[in-house]
């Protein structure tokens, strides 16, 4: 396979407590923020993210017992949670994986404010969760 | 604080299997490689780097049952490890944390292949394994 322009996005963390986090990696360890903190309802999370060099780094705190994110913490403790990687078409992108036998999480893009994103299995990643966005 | 110029340097793997690991991320997704594997006997594990945009990914695979990522696998199973940040000075970074209360792993830098380093303790980092080098 020729080699691709594959970028990082973000790296993302779940945490206990958002606040808590954004005191570490913000204020103690000197990231500079990368918006505001916001809240998704429907994923019933509250989210932040810093800057990490030339990508970002996401925290997510639960914000109830039944999300997915939440059913992580509560198995496996707050850490590291999913890689987002960029790719120039992800249509593209999953048709070579699924071609070569990947296991997808969405076989077809997803879009939440105009960004195109679809999952990885970690089953195919080596436990890794893997996030594929598409490049604007 | 002000703002810092913390810089991404790589994000690391646990994998069950270098090989397999290297046909995910190197073929399949298309990650260019970074170096060659490389076995770090003291440590008891192989690795090999791809480029991710413009840090790097590191896979480690334990070669035994006794090092700390055999152990760390044996209780989580294969996914992510550590993140490795970058910071201008890595002695006023340690004493900067340790002044705020953050508990580290490595008080003062560790030194290989003339690269400085240390650790910052996971109870201090919400879970996550932080690793910090000196820049070159």
Not at 17 to 38: I, K, N, R, S, T
Not at 64 to 73: H, K, P, T, W
């Amino acid at each position: 396979m020729e080699v691709e322009n594959l970028s990082l996005n973000h790296i993302a963390l779940v945490v206990e407590d958002l606040h808590e986090a954004l005191v570490f990696w913000g204020e103690q360890l000197g990231l500079p923020a990368a918006g505001v903190v916001q809240t998704i309802h429907d994923e019933g999370v509250d989210i932040a993210f810093l800057q990490i060099g030339a990508a970002r780094l996401e925290l997510i705190q639960p914000r109830d017992q039944e999300s997915g994110v939440a059913r992580f913490l509560a198995k496996r403790g707050p850490g590291l949670h999913h890689l987002c990687l960029e790719v120039p078409d992800l249509d593209a992108k999953l048709g070579e994986l699924a071609a070569q036998g990947i296991e997808l999480i969405n076989e077809s893009p997803r879009e939440r404010q105009g960004r195109r994103y679809a999952f990885v299995h970690p089953a195919s990643s080596g436990g890794v969760l893997l996030e594929l966005y598409e490049r604007h």
